[in-house]
Structures are given as structure tokens and as C-alpha cells.
T-cell receptor
């Protein structure tokens, strides 16, 4: 069985300050890791993914996440946040075996940017 | 390429009724998964369909069912609705062998 822990349910951050959203996972098999973002009244948008290869993954908007196998973590970071980053962020894990693509989600972290 | 579409976007039902939600995946995607999102339980996996067959199932009662058609479109059905079934129901599609899932906007179901 897999599980995901997001310890911080809410994170307030001043605009242009750095932020880290923490994610730890538990799994007995190799996993794929994801960060999804959800804006109000919308579905989930894929932000970052770790499937294999480089443990540091980045997106074009400045978000990055690092897969740390020894610490079973996949923390999300951004060096300078903007008002538009206000949203809920979900960490998720899926099994590494073929045909088992169901996602197990953490409880989410609500990021609030303070002007 | 069009994204995942879900209909209807909003639905209000009363206890005891049944409801059918529809999901059209991204063209070429044959895997469709359904998730329930509630404030109390968060995001929970309902089931996954691939090539018209249910491949994985979450821990939901038998009142929750689904199916997939030959064009990969999927429907989920909830019978004998309960107040606790009020939730955002999200559908996601993916390409076979690729673990990233693409989500639709969801159907918000309110049970009165």
C-alpha cells in the first residue's frame, strides 16, 4: 500500500518570498511522484512529475521538486512566489508497475500569498 | 488537442435518487480514472477503466459503479444517493504506459 503525507495544511507566504511545501511518501515498491495544483472551482493541473532520471525536476514557472529516495520525500519549492500562485497543492504517488496507475494523494497544502 | 471534458459541471439531486456522470478523455487516451474529492476525506480513488474493463477499484460501496465505452468515454453511476455523496467528482485520462494523468474540471454533485 502507498500513502502520502503533506504535513502542512496551510502555508501563508509573503509575495516574492521563497516557499517549500513538504511531501513524504510511503511505498513498498518503486513509485512515480507528482505535484498537482488546484485553483478554486477547477480540476487538478499537473505541475511537476518524477518518473525516472534526474531527481530534480523543474517547470517553466519557477517551481521545482526534488526526489529524495533515502528520505522518501518529494518537496516542492519556489524561490519567489507571486499572487497567482495562491492555490491548493497536492502531492501524489502512483505505483511503478504496469497497469497500476491509480494515484494516491496527500491531503493538500493551501498556499496563500500575502501581498 | 482538447482536454478531458466532464458533463454536467453541476448537479443537484435528492437522497435516494441515482445519478450518472460522464467523462470524455483526451483523444488517444484509453485509461480513465475517477476520483471523489470532499473536504473531509480529500481525494480518493474510485476506479479505473482501460479498454472497457475495470482495471482497478477503490474502497467504495457497490452503489458506485462505472463503465467505459469503445470510444474510451466513461460514465460513473451512483445509486441510492446519500448526503455524504456530495462531492466534486474528477475524471482523469492517461496514455497507456504513461503514469501522468490529466484531469477534467470535475462535476460538483450536491445531494439534498
Amino acid at each position: 500500500a502507498q500513502s502520502v503525507t503533506q504535513l502542512d495544511s496551510q502555508v501563508p507566504v509573503f509575495e516574492e518570498a521563497p516557499v517549500e511545501l513538504r511531501c513524504n511518501y510511503s511505498s513498498s515498491v518503486s513509485v512515480y511522484l507528482f505535484w498537482y495544483v488546484q485553483y478554486p472551482n477547477q480540476g487538478l493541473q499537473l505541475l511537476l512529475k518524477y518518473l525516472s532520471g534526474s531527481t530534480l525536476v523543474k517547470d517553466i514557472n519557477g517551481f521545482e521538486a526534488e526526489f529524495n529516495k533515502s528520505q522518501t520525500s518529494f518537496h516542492l519549492r519556489k524561490p519567489s512566489v507571486h499572487i497567482s500562485d495562491t492555490a491548493e497543492y497536492f502531492c501524489a504517488v502512483s505505483g511503478g508497475d504496469f497497469g497500476n496507475e491509480k494515484l494516491t494523494f496527500g491531503t493538500g497544502t493551501r498556499l496563500t500569498i500575502i501581498p | 488537442k482538447a482536454g478531458v471534458t466532464q458533463t454536467p459541471r453541476y448537479l443537484i439531486k435528492t437522497r435516494g435518487q441515482q445519478v450518472t456522470l460522464s467523462c470524455s478523455p483526451i483523444s488517444g487516451h484509453r485509461s480513465v480514472s475517477w476520483y471523489q474529492q470532499t473536504p473531509g476525506q480529500g481525494l480518493q480513488f474510485l476506479f479505473e477503466y482501460f479498454s472497457e474493463t475495470q482495471r482497478n477499484k477503490g474502497n467504495f460501496p457497490g452503489r458506485f459503479s462505472g463503465r467505459q465505452f469503445s470510444n474510451s468515454r466513461s460514465e460513473m453511476n451512483v445509486s441510492t444517493l446519500e448526503l455524504g455523496d456530495s462531492a466534486l467528482y474528477l475524471c482523469a485520462s492517461s496514455l497507456e504506459g504513461f503514469h501522468e494523468q490529466f484531469f477534467g474540471p470535475g462535476t460538483r454533485l450536491t445531494v439534498l
